[in-house]
């Protein structure tokens, strides 16, 4: 065997998984805002709602 063969190893594969973690996270984080745009539209759709229920009940005893 010759020093070349016995010193070779295989290529790492660091930087390879890193930048696959990297892609996936940036991936999880942009999943995660746009959770979070729908749970805030949801809540501010929420709001209105009773906004407009409590001025329709206090439509309804200014009638009275």
Do not use: C, D, H, W
Request: charged content about 25%.
């Amino acid at each position: 065997m010759t020093n070349e063969a016995i010193n070779r190893r295989p290529p790492s594969e660091k930087a390879g998984f890193l930048r696959r973690l990297a892609i996936y996270l940036l991936g999880v984080a942009i999943g995660f805002l746009i959770l979070g745009m729908f749970k805030a539209r949801s809540a501010a759709e929420a709001r209105v709602r009773e906004a407009q229920r409590q001025a329709a009940q206090n439509a309804g005893a200014n009638e009275r």
